[in-house]
């Protein structure tokens, strides 16, 4: 992208390859590029750049729009705002392909989930349904109890503590908190939940490679 054009500029110019691109005034405003029409590209910051491709992107209405990492060196303000524009483009019709390494965003936005690793699928589905294929649950309640106590017992994949809030990955939350609730009646604020995107991400992705089958030996 030229450094030297002005952002009005970039995006007369994206809009000029199309038959009928949305109005110059509705691309900047959906972009959040008001104000900043007369400036250089160049001249911008790396988040103000990003929404001026943003807007070349929906320059031509389309109906596929390809995102490619596009909250990268957005302020929490900005990324919101894309967010919200993104489904309300999905809302009207039209199919958004996201990339992104930011499993809150895919979260967020996603109807269905493609994880790739190493070349190749290894979990395709909804959000919720992706998460569920790991099979463990997050336990998080405050409590008394010693983590590397907790971190020992067999029903607990891993245990963090801080600020006295037990946070615990397990397949099994209901054994645990029985077990918790025995060990210190006081436990409270307990919060039981499905796993994330990155749970999913992580146990999908460090699984051991089963070894290939060697071919038969057969000697006379």
């Not at 900043?36 to 001026?52: A, I």
């Not at 729009?65 to 524009?85: C, G, I, K, N």
């Not at 039209?94 to 190493?118: K, N, P, Q, S, Y």
């Not at 029985?178 to 749970?199: H, I, N, Y």
Request: a neutral charge; proline letters at 6%.
């Amino acid at each position: 992208v030229p450094q030297t054009l002005k952002v009005r500029e970039h995006v007369e110019l994206a809009s000029a390859w199309y038959g009928d691109p949305l109005p110059l005034a509705s691309i900047v405003r959906q972009a959040g590029l008001e104000g900043l029409e007369n400036r250089l590209f160049g001249k911008l910051s790396g988040g103000q750049q990003r929404r001026v491709l943003f807007a070349m992107a929906i320059a031509g209405a389309p109906r596929l729009l390809v995102l490619d990492e596009p909250t990268v060196a957005l302020d929490v303000e900005a990324r919101r705002a894309l967010w919200s524009r993104v489904r309300e483009l999905a809302a009207s019709g039209t199919a958004v392909l996201l990339t992104t390494h930011d499993l809150a965003e895919a979260g967020e936005l996603a109807t269905r989930v493609v994880m790739i690793h190493a070349g190749k699928v290894v979990a395709n589905g909804t959000p919720a349904e992706v998460a569920a294929l790991v099979g463990q649950r997050r336990l998080r309640c405050r409590s008394r109890m010693d983590v590397a106590v907790v971190r020992a017992w067999p029903e607990v994949a891993e245990a963090e503590s801080h600020l006295g809030r037990l946070t615990l990955t397990t397949t099994a939350p209901e054994a645990v908190l029985r077990r918790l609730l025995a060990a210190d009646p006081d436990v409270s604020e307990v919060e039981v939940s499905g796993a994330s995107l990155e749970d999913a991400l992580v146990a999908l992705t460090t699984r051991p490679t089963p070894p290939k089958d060697r071919p038969t030996e057969v000697s006379s």
